[in-house]
């Protein structure tokens, strides 16, 4: 794991800004500077208590462990431990995110209240613009994965009747049948007839790929402004840095979800921090916990070669499906279903009571977008009218 060059609030934004800069910023730059690091540091911490904490971990192997029907050999329970995409990773992702967008909302307001009309001069009025943009997107995407919840609920209680009805002989066992032939056929487990019904189920997702492809357009060289040019105040650049920063972990949040959860192709990885924000201490962070899920859906995606593809990477979904195929691969071979239905019955559990906190989490944080929209707006309009008027032509 890379450790964070910079864990402190003070220095962590500094090698952007040439030691005569800074030494040149006046008091009121400083504040922001100072502000800025908060906001550096406390992603940096929080992405690194996401790749370091025990609990995440054990999140997200506690549901791949409770899929098989046999003991466990130990280069299973390795390649389960190595899930990342769970509900209390999302959660924790989340809560990072609020975390860092009240950060950014204070910086902003202590720039712009200094300087009400930096806000629509270049280059920070097109930077705003942009970030208005993706918040727009990633409403629709919080939208997208707030119906996927309630498929994945149904799923869960098809599995539940399933695990019940497993517990007793038929005809029990034959009202498990149907209960799991649902849940197979609704997530796509394999079922090589369900092809047209995911599709179906999943269109509403279908764009998303196409949002977050939007979202990351330009973001590569969006960060292009943030190194101090001649002509420009610290504040500009200090704003362009924060605006570059929540962009970046919003899509990042928003493409952690999306892969979690149903949506119908697989979705491109973003794009990694740019080379100017490569020196922030929450670079390394982001790009390893990304390449942790790029590899995680490559390895589900090779086992499910010849196969409909999985309902999605969550942690939890998978242990869904693979409990509800074992399950069904013993009352078809007239197996023993007392250990399948303990471990449908495990895997329905760990899927209820992660699904309530991560929803209400999403809830959250599409507030807090719309809210931060419509204080961008509002900003972008008061600065608008205070920006000095262009002197006429002679």
Same mark, same amino acid.
């Given at each position: ?15 952007? !800004? ?32 996401? %790749? ?25 329970? *390795? ?18 995110? =609020?975390?860092?967008? *009240? ?13 009400? $009309? ?13 970030? %208005? ?21 149904? +799923? ?16 029990? %066992?034959?009202? &498990? ?11 796509? &487990? ?19 790929? /196409? ?27 200090? =704003? ?14 928003? +493409?952690?979800?999306?892969? *979690? ?20 201490? +929450? ?8 390449? $942790?899920?790029?590899?995680? %859906? ?12 999985? *309902? ?7 242990? =869904?499906?693979?409990?509800? /195929? ?39 944080? !599409? ?12 900003? !972008? ?14």
């Amino acid at each position: 794991m890379p450790t964070t060059a910079a864990n402190s609030a003070g220095g962590s934004s500094v090698p952007f !800004f040439r030691r005569n800069q800074v030494a040149s910023l006046v008091p009121s730059s400083r504040d922001e500077l100072h502000h800025l690091d908060i906001l550096h540091s406390r992603l940096a911490d929080s992405l690194q208590l996401l %790749l370091l904490s025990p609990a995440t971990a054990a999140g997200c192997s506690k549901a791949p462990a409770a899929t098989g029907g046999s003991p466990k050999s130990p280069s299973a329970d *390795a390649a389960n431990t190595a899930f990342i995409l769970s509900l209390p990773f999302l959660v924790k992702l989340l809560d990072a995110f =609020l975390a860092c967008e *009240a950060d950014f909302e204070s910086l902003l307001l202590l720039v712009l209240y200094r300087s009400p $009309s930096l806000i629509s001069r270049p280059p920070v009025d097109r930077a705003v613009s942009d970030l %208005l943009d993706r918040v727009i997107k990633a409403l629709d995407l919080c939208n997208a994965v707030s119906l996927s919840v309630n498929s994945v609920r149904h +799923w869960n209680r098809n599995a539940d009747t399933a695990a019940s009805a497993l517990q007793y002989q038929a005809p029990q %066992l034959n009202r &498990a049948k149907r209960a799991l032939s649902k849940l197979l056929l609704s997530a796509g &487990a394999g079922l090589g007839s369900s092809s047209s019904l995911i599709c179906r189920r999943t269109c509403r997702l279908c764009s998303a790929t /196409r949002q977050l492809q939007a979202m990351a357009s330009g973001l590569a060289g969006f960060t292009g402004h943030a190194a101090p040019r001649g002509g420009e105040s610290g504040s500009t650049s200090i =704003l362009a840095l924060a605006l570059s920063t929540i962009s970046y972990l919003m899509l990042f949040a928003m +493409w952690a979800m999306v892969s *979690a959860f149903p949506c119908g192709r697989p979705v491109q990885a973003p794009p990694a921090p740019a080379a100017s924000t490569r020196q922030m201490p +929450w670079a390394a962070a982001l790009a390893e916990l990304q390449e $942790s899920i790029v590899e995680q %859906l490559r390895r589900e995606r090779r086992k499910e070669l010849g196969v409909v593809p999985s *309902a999605g990477m969550l942690a939890e979904i998978v242990a =869904l499906e693979r409990s509800g /195929r074992e399950a069904m691969e013993a009352v078809s071979n007239g197996g023993e279903t007392k250990v399948a239905a303990e471990e449908l019955a495990e895997a329905c559990r760990a899927m209820e009571d992660g699904l309530g906190p991560f929803e209400t989490k999403v809830r959250e944080v !599409f507030h807090r977008l719309v809210r931060c929209r419509e204080g961008l707006l509002r900003c !972008f309009s008061e600065g608008s009218r205070s920006s000095p008027s262009p002197t006429p032509p002679l």
